[in-house]
């Protein structure tokens, strides 16, 4: 199957194999834009959104002791910055609105949340970016119209603190 070994958190399925019937099959370029343009004319009308939001899945920082401690050398654990939460806000960060997400689904991998947003909020939604192994963290304010995020979990796999790998990140 996939390249993959027990522990780690990324497989190269560009050389895994699937059953002929796991296989999907893809329309000549023609078709699948008339295809496309019919089912998109059926979608209601929503607000515009300029692009989804993800969160990149590694960061890189550097940590450091703000003054040496006598006696004593320094050393920086070599443990990588992924992405391993996500949290959404109703307003600015600073303000602490942060939201409980709206629902869970679960499958045999996978656990997902996701937040149901209102296309319209005078406030703003905003995302803060959490990450393994440092206090860093990121966020940036929305798009007007987004509606919903989504972070997805494996349930197989996890860092050693406990925490569950993130397979994906989609706000949009």
């Known amino acids: 199957m996939a390249d993959c070994q027990t ?16 296989r999907m099959r893809l329309l000549p370029p023609a078709c699948a834009a008339i ?8 979608v209601p009308d929503r607000p515009a959104v300029a692009a989804d939001v993800t969160c990149p899945f590694e960061i890189s920082v550097q940590q450091t002791l703000a003054e040496p401690v ?3 050398a320094t050393y ?4 990588p910055t992924e992405l391993v939460n996500l949290s959404v806000f109703d307003g600015p960060p600073e303000e602490l609105a942060e939201l409980i997400f709206d629902d869970e689904i679960e499958d045999a991998d996978t656990w997902s949340v996701f937040w149901l947003l209102q296309a319209e909020n005078p406030r ?10 440092t206090l860093v963290n990121i966020e940036q304010q929305l798009p007007a119209g987004v509606t919903r995020c989504e972070i997805v979990f494996e349930k197989m796999m996890s860092y050693a603190d406990g925490r569950p790998v993130v397979r994906s990140m989609r706000c949009g």
Request: glycine content about 8%; some cysteine.
């Open 35 to 42: 295809a496309a343009a019919s089912i998109l004319s059926f």
């Open 124 to 133: 703003g939604y905003w995302i803060r970016c959490r990450y393994a192994n």
């Open 76 to 79: 920086v654990d070599p443990w």
């Open 70 to 72: 006598e006696g004593w």
């Open 7 to 22: 522990g780690d958190t990324v497989c190269n399925m560009a050389e895994a194999t699937f059953p002929e019937t796991a």
